[in-house]
């Protein structure tokens, strides 16, 4: 069972930066990996980035490549979000996610879900 909290999402304007943050506990805790998705107002959940928990090798979408850094802490069992020069597209619910490998190809199964934390990017 685990366990997520996220914190850091609001308003920014274009070109600006956010930094999110996704604490984790639980019996099962570490997972192999965290991670994050966003979800913008009609459209799919999308994923944005995840990062191995034990070797701390990221992997990010395209759309966020050369913006967007994840990183975490083990002592402290939270994963963040740096976000820089932000843009109107990037508008959206974000969610941290936690999950083991498995799955068809080896990837991660994220089968933890925080709340989620509005991040508004403006003009």
């Known amino acids: 069972q685990v366990q997520l909290v996220e914190s850091g999402g609001g308003l920014v304007q274009a070109g600006g930066s956010l930094r999110l943050s996704c604490a984790g506990s639980g019996h099962t805790f570490p997972s192999d990996a965290m991670g994050w998705f966003r979800q913008a107002p009609g459209k799919d959940r999308e994923f944005v980035a995840h990062i191995g928990w034990s070797n701390g090798r990221p992997y990010y979408a395209n759309s966020v490549k050369g913006r967007f850094i994840i990183s975490r802490d083990t002592a402290k069992n939270t994963a963040y979000l740096q976000m820089n020069n932000l843009k109107p597209e990037d508008t959206a619910v974000y969610y941290c996610?936690?999950?083991?490998?498995?799955?068809?190809?080896?990837?991660?199964?994220?089968?933890?879900w925080g709340q989620g934390t509005q991040v508004t990017v403006s003009s």
């Open positions: 996610v936690a999950g083991d490998r498995g799955g068809e190809r080896g990837g991660y199964e994220f089968d933890y």
